[in-house]
């Protein structure tokens, strides 16, 4: 699954990765999704969840991701590198530099998207 939404009126990076995060979370939930490994390529954001005492600043962010977090059956969370990622980075370049602000998990992904999906599609065995 993939998708994309774009946060306007944010003020920083950090508040643009935090609201990805719930945004996530609560896909994840809507969809059904109850294992989920969240590989995230914020320094802050896996240490806020896994590292609570250390990071007590972030208290509020920290009990908003939880009350998600329960919602699932079992999680991880893990530092991910942007590299490792090209398809994530991708569809968050489209909403920047193409204008893409809308949604498309209702009306299909874009052509463009698709065709890059099927290349690392895995076939099932038989």
């Avoid at 490994?37 to 969840?49: E, H, K, M, R, S």
């Avoid at 602000?101 to 599609?121: I, N």
């Amino acid at each position: 699954m993939h998708s994309r939404r774009a946060f306007s009126d944010t003020n920083s990076l950090q508040d643009a990765n935090y609201n990805g995060l719930l945004w996530a979370l609560d896909s994840c939930h809507a969809h059904h999704l109850n294992r989920v490994i969240l590989a995230i390529d914020d320094a802050t954001l896996p240490n806020v969840i896994l590292r609570t005492k250390v990071w007590s600043n972030f208290r509020c962010q920290y009990a908003e991701i939880m009350t998600r977090l329960k919602k699932l059956e079992w999680w991880r969370v893990m530092k991910e590198d942007r590299s490792t990622n090209t398809w994530a980075l991708l569809i968050a370049q489209s909403v920047i530099k193409g204008g893409y602000y809308q949604s498309y998990v209702a009306k299909g992904a874009p052509l463009w998207l698709r065709d890059l999906f099927e290349g690392e599609e895995v076939v099932p065995c038989v």
